[in-house]
């Protein structure tokens, strides 16, 4: 052979020193985010405008000293962001994160680990098989047969969740296949529905009863109809503490449904489901170890940093059936069944390792001091219904269920008309938010406009809530004497 030569002078490496100095200065920010951000305000705003003012440029050909854009990514970046794990951050689904998980993540970056197949990476491999069975068993699965995966999040989880039952249930031909859910689940399984080709006709939105829960009725009424017709009934969606109210579906008396009509029992946790940590919430969810596919989403109530969901199923040969194929630059890497590729089990082949966050946050802090915190979360909502109900200024719309309340601004003796009080609340919410104490808007329940807070947050103390109380009925006097 020819004698070639060629040098590489662009290596993308900076000095050991260098690494080390920029390294301590990330850390450094990120701990002092942990110990300050109770004392920052958690709502930010900015316009697309300002946003292009501070960030819109050509992509500079000429290097920049890199400490140089580290602070100015922490000065201008990393403070235009809510605050999702700030104590008085209540809507949505808040992001209380942990430390552990967050240095996890960055060890998982920082050694680029490829969780896709056995061969990368058997450890990795090795390492979501026993926290998948940490979970099957948390959740009452099978924990031989039984399977799982981490994905993004409860949307991944909800999409791997529908592939699977569709390819159990329907094979190839899914043009008769009708799928059931309830007018509270989640948008991500509409979404996930419509990604997977099914026609609107496909999809029955099955209203809910005056509790937010799954009409038993409905449904049947629902299921004969399409078996008249000539339909294939072969999924249903349940959900196991919906976002809006943290309601549970009746998930025993669905499960049965399903057996006897033969229907695919998908249900999604992914707002919920860590309440069966909880003695407070285990006995609510009944009935979850009767799912084929369960959602959960350990970003959300399990305190992990963004992103990791996960979905899991009675039988792993399922996962396997539905996401296996076998492409000829894949050959040399097949392994043995019970070595695992999780790029067979799941929509993504080169995956970031999740399970480390999830591993490490356990193995340091104990379930236990999960489950405490969990509980907690149960009773803090609790406490602020019955604090609601004391006073004569406020109403509970939806009482506290798995950490979640909502409620709205309704005083005793007052002549406003429904039109004015939903005026009123949404006033509240708008006002509070743009205020930036406290992250506080609304939903809409039978109707009415209402207040919703989600109450996930170990770190939020009741002192917080009444903080917050105060502040809604300040802005709330001041519209009522206009
Ligand atoms: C949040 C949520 C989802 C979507 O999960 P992501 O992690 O945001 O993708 C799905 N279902 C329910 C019930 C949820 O609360």
Same mark, same amino acid.
């Given at each position: 052979?020819?004698?070639?030569?060629?040098?590489?002078?662009?290596?993308?490496? !900076?000095?050991?020193?260098?690494?080390?100095?920029?390294?301590?200065?990330?850390?450094?920010?990120?701990?002092?985010?942990?110990?300050?951000?109770?004392?920052?305000?958690?709502?930010?705003?900015?316009?697309?405008?300002?946003?292009?003012?501070?960030?819109?440029?050509?992509?500079?050909?000429?290097?920049?000293?890199?400490?140089?854009?580290?602070?100015?990514?922490?000065?201008?970046?990393?403070?235009?962001?809510?605050?999702?794990?700030?104590?008085?951050?209540?809507?949505?689904?808040?992001?209380?994160?942990?430390?552990?998980?967050?240095?996890?993540?960055?060890?998982?970056?920082?050694?680029?680990?490829?969780?896709?197949?056995?061969?990368?990476?058997?450890?990795?491999?090795?390492?979501?098989?026993?926290?998948?069975?940490?979970?099957?068993?948390?959740?009452?699965?099978?924990?031989?047969?039984?399977?799982?995966?981490?994905?993004?999040?409860?949307?991944?989880?909800?999409?791997?969740?529908?592939?699977?039952?569709?390819?159990?249930?329907?094979?190839?031909?899914?043009?008769?296949?009708?799928?059931?859910?309830?007018?509270?689940?989640?948008?991500?399984?509409?979404?996930?529905?419509?990604?997977?080709?099914?026609?609107?006709?496909?999809?029955?939105?099955?209203?809910?009863?005056?509790?937010?829960?799954?009409? !038993?009725?409905?449904?049947?009424?629902?299921?004969?109809?399409?078996? !008249?017709?000539?339909?294939?009934?072969?999924?249903?969606?349940?959900?196991?503490?919906?976002?809006?109210?943290?309601?549970?579906?009746?998930?025993?008396?669905?499960?049965?449904?399903?057996?006897?009509?033969?229907?695919?029992?998908?249900?999604?946790?992914?707002?919920?489901?860590?309440?069966?940590?909880?003695?407070?919430?285990?006995?609510?969810?009944?009935?979850?170890?009767?799912?084929?596919?369960?959602?959960?989403?350990?970003?959300?109530?399990?305190?992990?940093?963004?992103?990791?969901?996960?979905?899991?199923?009675?039988?792993?040969?399922?996962?396997?059936?539905?996401?296996?194929?076998?492409?000829?630059?894949?050959?040399?890497?097949?392994?043995?069944?019970?070595?695992?590729?999780?790029?067979?089990?799941?929509?993504?082949?080169?995956?970031?390792?999740?399970?480390?966050?999830?591993?490490?946050?356990?193995?340091?802090?104990?379930?236990?001091?999960?489950?405490?915190?969990?509980?907690?979360?149960?009773?803090?909502?609790?406490?602020?219904?019955?604090?609601?109900?004391?006073?004569?200024?406020?109403?509970?719309?939806?009482?506290?269920?798995?950490?979640?309340?909502?409620?709205?601004?309704?005083?005793?003796?007052?002549?406003?008309?429904?039109?004015?009080?939903?005026?009123?609340?949404?006033?509240?919410?708008?006002?509070?938010?743009?205020?930036?104490?406290?992250?506080?808007?609304?939903?809409?329940?039978?109707?009415?406009?209402?207040?919703?807070?989600?109450?996930?947050?170990?770190?939020?103390?009741?002192?917080?809530?009444?903080?917050?109380?105060?502040?809604?009925?300040?802005?709330?006097?001041?519209?009522?004497?206009?």
């Amino acid at each position: 052979m020819k004698d070639v030569k060629i040098q590489n002078e662009a290596t993308l490496e !900076l000095s050991q020193e260098d690494m080390k100095s920029y390294g301590y200065e990330v850390v450094d920010a990120i701990v002092e985010h942990f110990v300050t951000q109770n004392d920052k305000l958690p709502v930010v705003s900015g316009s697309r405008s300002e946003m292009e003012k501070l960030f819109l440029e050509e992509a500079p050909e000429e290097p920049t000293d890199p400490k140089q854009v580290l602070n100015f990514v922490l000065d201008k970046v990393m403070t235009k962001s809510n605050i999702v794990s700030h104590p008085k951050s209540y809507s949505f689904v808040p992001g209380p994160s942990n430390y552990i998980s967050a240095m996890a993540d960055s060890l998982t970056a920082g050694f680029n680990i490829f969780s896709g197949g056995w061969q990368a990476s058997p450890a990795a491999a090795e390492m979501e098989i026993v926290t998948m069975n940490w979970l099957l068993k948390m959740f009452g699965f099978p924990q031989k047969k039984g399977g799982g995966i981490f994905t993004s999040g409860g949307s991944m989880a909800n999409l791997t969740g529908l592939v699977t039952a569709r390819t159990v249930k329907c094979g190839d031909d899914f043009s008769k296949a009708i799928i059931y859910l309830s007018d509270q689940a989640h948008s991500s399984n509409i979404k996930a529905i419509r990604i997977l080709g099914f026609k609107k006709e496909q999809i029955r939105i099955i209203p809910t009863d005056n509790e937010f829960k799954f009409s !038993l009725n409905k449904l049947k009424n629902a299921i004969a109809k399409d078996r !008249l017709e000539g339909l294939q009934p072969f999924c249903l969606i349940a959900t196991a503490g919906t976002t809006n109210t943290g309601t549970i579906d009746p998930l025993s008396d669905l499960a049965k449904i399903c057996k006897k009509e033969d229907i695919w029992f998908h249900i999604d946790g992914a707002y919920g489901g860590f309440a069966i940590l909880s003695e407070d919430g285990k006995p609510l969810l009944k009935g979850i170890e009767k799912a084929d596919s369960l959602t959960i989403d350990p970003h959300k109530w399990f305190y992990q940093p963004y992103e990791i969901g996960c979905l899991l199923v009675k039988r792993h040969k399922w996962l396997s059936g539905a996401f296996t194929e076998r492409p000829e630059y894949l050959r040399d890497i097949e392994g043995n069944t019970s070595e695992i590729n999780f790029y067979d089990h799941g929509i993504e082949l080169t995956r970031r390792f999740r399970a480390l966050k999830f591993y490490m946050s356990i193995k340091t802090f104990g379930l236990t001091e999960f489950r405490k915190a969990i509980t907690y979360n149960i009773k803090l909502a609790e406490a602020t219904e019955s604090l609601l109900r004391k006073s004569p200024n406020w109403e509970v719309i939806s009482p506290a269920t798995l950490a979640v309340v909502n409620f709205r601004y309704n005083p005793i003796g007052n002549q406003l008309s429904e039109k004015e009080l939903d005026e009123l609340n949404q006033y509240i919410s708008h006002e509070v938010v743009n205020s930036k104490e406290a992250l506080l808007v609304t939903t809409v329940l039978n109707k009415q406009v209402v207040l919703r807070m989600c109450l996930i947050n170990p770190r939020t103390t009741m002192d917080d809530i009444i903080d917050t109380m105060n502040l809604c009925e300040k802005f709330a006097k001041e519209k009522m004497t206009v």
